[in-house]
C-alpha cells in the first residue's frame, strides 16, 4: 500500500476508534470481536481493528482499504431501499473525474467481459451475487455485494448491442448511498485480446 492511501487508512480508522459508534457491527452488518469487526468484504475474511484493516490473512491493499474504512465511517442502520441509477457524471462536482471513472472502473474490465459471462456462478459464490430483477438491461447483469450493505449491479454490453443502442443511457451510474443499487456498464466495442483465465 502506498504511504498516501496508507495515510488515508490510518486517518480514517483514527476517527472511527477516537468515537466509536456502540452499535457499529448493526451499522455494518459485522460480528464484534473486542474492538475488532468481522465481515465477508470483496468476497473475502476481512476484519477491521484500529490499527489496520485486513482481508483474508493480509492487509487490504490500497482502495480497498480506503473504500472498507469509509464504508465503516459511514454505514448506516437505515434499511437499504433500491434507489434507481445515477450516472457518476449526474453527482455534483463529478464532471472532472467522469473520465477518469471511465478509464478506471470500465474500461479496465472490458477484455474480461465474456470471462465474467461465463463465470457467473463463481462470481455469484464469491460475491453474494444473484441475478437482476426482470427487465434490467444489457446482454448480462447481476447483481453482487462486495460489502455487506452494499449492494451493486453490474451491465454487461456485447459490441452488437453496443452498435444498436448507443445512447445516453449507456453511461456509468454511481450508488447514492451505501446501500442502493449501482450500475456500470462494461463496454466491449472493440476487438480485445482473450484472457488465458
Known amino acids: 500500500m502506498t504511504d498516501n492511501y496508507k495515510k488515508i487508512v490510518q486517518d480514517n480508522l483514527k476517527t472511527l476508534y477516537d468515537s466509536l459508534p456502540e452499535i457499529l457491527e448493526r451499522r455494518m452488518a459485522a460480528i464484534r470481536d473486542g474492538n475488532r469487526f468481522l465481515f465477508q468484504a470483496f468476497g473475502e475474511p476481512c476484519v477491521i481493528s484500529p490499527d489496520r484493516i485486513t482481508l483474508g490473512e493480509k492487509t487490504a491493499p490500497s482502495i480497498l482499504g480506503i473504500l472498507i474504512s469509509l464504508y465503516a465511517l459511514h454505514a448506516s ?74 449492494r451493486c449491479a453490474i451491465f454487461c454490453m456485447n459490441r452488437t448491442t453496443i452498435s444498436r443502442h448507443r445512447s445516453p443511457a449507456c453511461i456509468p451510474a454511481m450508488p447514492t448511498s451505501l446501500c442502493p443499487w449501482t450500475g456500470w456498464r462494461m463496454w466491449e466495442n472493440t476487438p480485445q485480446k482473450k484472457s488465458s483465465n
Not at 442502520?77 to 478509464?103: H, L, Q, R, W
Open 77 to 150: 442502520t437505515d434499511i437499504c431501499v433500491s434507489t434507481p441509477f445515477k450516472a457518476f457524471k449526474e453527482f455534483e462536482n463529478s464532471m472532472p473525474y467522469a473520465g477518469a471513472f471511465a478509464t478506471h472502473t470500465e474500461q479496465v474490465l472490458v477484455p474480461y467481459v465474456p470471462d465474467i459471462t461465463r463465470r457467473l456462478d463463481l462470481i455469484h459464490g464469491t460475491l453474494r451475487g444473484e441475478p437482476s430483477p426482470p427487465g434490467t438491461g444489457g446482454d448480462a447483469s447481476f447483481v453482487v455485494y462486495p460489502l455487506p450493505k452494499s
